[in-house]
């Protein structure tokens, strides 16, 4: 390979909540064992050399002033989503900055519903849609995601409909790639999905955050390619911050064609006056999304195709008792651990503590809706991987010693 997703980075005191800021009391980690990061959803590489130079070029010249965001900012996202998704009719008036993904989806619940509506979401589902819109004052109501007889994860569309109508909601949450089950949407998926809000007169805000984090062949669809209803009723997010690891940068944009939504969400994210990109995102997303970008994204998702699949493998071998899907998009694993955690009388906060004893730091998944889950990060160097789940096999699920 090209480039380096070997190297283990030390991280510490680099202002990494994935390893300065880990969710357990601190000295859980017995002696003798090194930390590794598997849960929050950042990577434990360094980012595309093209994004480091880009920042680097701009921080040369050393004024910092006011500025607009440049021509080459919305060509540059233009020509990536032509190149990587098939997107043929985007123009730069289509998009815009936003401060988050998690800030373009609550200007447009602040554009579109009032305090004390009903959201509807897929469950699992993404902390953070369900944290940030309950604390705007949202009311949140899940349709549940059905494993069918080969695992695999489906959208129930006759539950989604009663729930719109029931619950008389006009706004949805619509996650693809989907964390975090990892599902990549088919093209037939998304269009039944589409029809379902249609046919309620439902806005759908679509997170494709994830949508160049695509496992062993898989492509994305974006939503609103599926049909020209779908095209206007849709508010697109993305960013470059998962693809590259630039979460500590900000620098999310969203995509809307019609432009009646467009101004809703835009008088919105102005309101607070904080909804403006730094000037440094701006040249790291221009970076990001070069040649070089996308040949190096090409070779990390190479690499993630092989940590996943030997996760996989690895638990369906040696984890008797904890269920799972082979994502086809992200890095996150979404582990299901009750058959083991009733065969062998432990509770969840026991399991995921003897994780966290012997160095492996991964996440809580009950969040995301789920009573016994866990939620694993592998982007990282497979050595690591493969040393985490030589400690889970030896330590935590098949204790040996």
Partial sequence: ????????????????????????????????????????????????????????????????????????????????QKERNGVEDLTPECIKYENGVLGGMLSAANAFCSQGDYVLLHSPTYIGFTNDLTRAGYRIILTDLIRDADGVWRMDYEDMDRKLKQYQIHLAVFCSPHNPCGRVWEKEEIEKAMEVYAANDCIVVSDEIWSDILLDGHRHIPTQSVSEDAKMRTIALYAPSKTFNLAGLIGSYHIIYNSYLRDRVRAQGSKSGYNHMNVLSMHALIGAYSDEGATWVDELCEVLSQNVSYAYDFIEKHFDGVELYHPQGTYMMYLDCEKWCLANKKSLDELLNAGAEVGVIWQDGRPFHRPYAIRLNLALPFSLVQEAFDRLDQYVFNLRS
């Fill in 1 to 80: 390979m090209k480039y380096d997703f070997t190297t283990i980075m030390d991280r510490r005191g680099k202002d990494a909540m994935a390893v300065d800021n880990i969710p357990y009391e601190n000295g859980i980690t017995r002696e003798g064992f090194s930390q590794i990061p598997m849960w929050v959803a950042d990577m434990n590489f360094a980012t595309a050399p093209s994004v480091t130079r880009a920042m680097a070029e701009r921080i040369a010249h050393p004024a910092f002033g006011y500025y607009s965001p440049s021509e080459a900012y919305y060509d540059t996202i233009i020509r990536w």
